[in-house]
């Protein structure tokens, strides 16, 4: 079974810097992209930043510029540096993964999964 394990969430003041952690376990075939995602209390979970397969990488406006997303495959981890935060930017942290799995010879399947989120509280 595959899971994600995230780390690295945490208090930090305005202006500070964070980096999240991602780590995918299990039996993966292939990775199609691996995301970072975002809830705020009240708010609908959004995109914050992509990287697909390519390495190329996606990011919501709100954040270009203060976060990269970057993976290393070997480990199949994905990171989030996250710098000059601001307090909107607290929110629930979760990462996501889209790939593909082989459940038995020459049979493949889609596979989505989500982390267990990491909280990030920017606050003075």
């Known amino acids: 079974q595959v899971q994600l394990v995230e780390s690295g969430g945490g208090l930090v003041q305005p202006g500070g810097s964070l980096r999240l952690s991602c780590a995918a376990s299990g039996s993966i075939f292939s990775i199609n992209a691996m995301d970072w995602y975002r809830q705020a209390p009240g708010k609908e979970r959004e995109l914050v930043a992509g990287?697909?397969?390519?390495?190329?990488?996606n990011y919501a406006d709100s954040v270009k510029g203060r976060f990269t997303i970057s993976r290393d495959n070997a480990k199949n981890t994905v990171y989030l540096q996250m710098n000059s935060l601001k307090p909107e930017d607290t929110a629930v942290y979760y990462c996501?993964?889209?790939?593909?799995?082989?459940?038995?010879?020459?049979?493949?399947?889609?596979?989505?999964?989500w982390g267990q989120g990491t909280l990030v509280t920017v606050s003075s």
């Open positions: 990287i697909i397969s390519s390495g190329n990488t």
């Open positions: 996501h993964l889209k790939g593909v799995v082989r459940i038995a010879t020459l049979t493949y399947s889609a596979l989505e999964v």
